[in-house]
């Protein structure tokens, strides 16, 4: 099963899986954000102004937004 037809797969039938298929989402960007921290973490000192930390910066902040924006899906 290729990641299309597993992503495919899920049961959104009602809104309870429905809910639970977001909470996957914010999970696996979650995991991604910890990747990208680690990433940072990993520049040395005299590399923290260039523009791929910038770049790794940039991305948390953003991945931070859609986290946000995602969570808000079913709050009400």
């Not at 954000?33 to 102004?49: D, F, K, V």
């Not at 791929?52 to 009400?76: L, Q, T």
Request: proline share 1%; glycine share 4%.
């Amino acid at each position: 099963m290729t990641k299309k037809d597993l992503l495919m797969s899920v049961d959104c039938s009602t809104r309870g899986k429905r809910r639970k298929a977001v909470m996957l989402i914010i999970d696996i960007i979650e995991r991604i954000r910890t990747s990208e921290e680690a990433y940072i973490e990993r520049i040395p000192l005299n590399l923290q102004g260039s523009d791929a930390y910038g770049a790794a910066e940039n991305s948390i902040i953003m991945i931070d937004e859609a986290i946000d924006v995602i969570s808000s899906i079913y709050d009400y």
